[in-house]
Every structure is written in structure tokens, then in C-alpha cells.
């Protein structure tokens, strides 16, 4: 962990976040509201063909 407080009360609000717990909803919550970032190489794969040909690819592979 890194602390960046200059002024004693910023390092003990600092040590006091480590007992923080959340609920599963407030996971959740936090969860939903920054999602993650695509990785690579699935986010450049998506920008490859246009979403009506990569619609049709996906229906051609689930008649398949």
C-alpha cells in the first residue's frame, strides 16, 4: 500500500481504511459501475469487422 499523507489525521484516516468491509452489494455496486477495460487482443479482434458482419458470423456459428 502506498500512503500519501502529509499531515498526521490524512495517516491515520489512511490506516483506518484497512478495516473497512464492505457489503457483497456494495461490491457489486462498485463492480457494476467500473467495469473493466476489454484486454487484448478481444478488444481489437471487435473493431476488426463491422457489427453487422460479426452479428452475422455469430448467427452462421450458432446454426453450425
Given at each position: 500500500m502506498l500512503v500519501g499523507a502529509s499531515k498526521p489525521h490524512q495517516l491515520d484516516d489512511n490506516l483506518a481504511a484497512v478495516d473497512l468491509a464492505l457489503t457483497e452489494a456494495e461490491i457489486a455496486e462498485?463492480?457494476?459501475?467500473?467495469?473493466?477495460?476489454?484486454?487484448y487482443p478481444n478488444w481489437f479482434i471487435e473493431n476488426l469487422a463491422d457489427r453487422p458482419i460479426?452479428?452475422?458470423i455469430a448467427?452462421?456459428?450458432?446454426?453450425l
Amino acid at each position: 500500500m502506498l500512503v500519501g499523507a502529509s499531515k498526521p489525521h490524512q495517516l491515520d484516516d489512511n490506516l483506518a481504511a484497512v478495516d473497512l468491509a464492505l457489503t457483497e452489494a456494495e461490491i457489486a455496486e462498485l463492480d457494476a459501475a467500473t467495469p473493466l477495460a476489454p484486454v487484448y487482443p478481444n478488444w481489437f479482434i471487435e473493431n476488426l469487422a463491422d457489427r453487422p458482419i460479426a452479428q452475422a458470423i455469430a448467427e452462421g456459428a450458432r446454426i453450425l
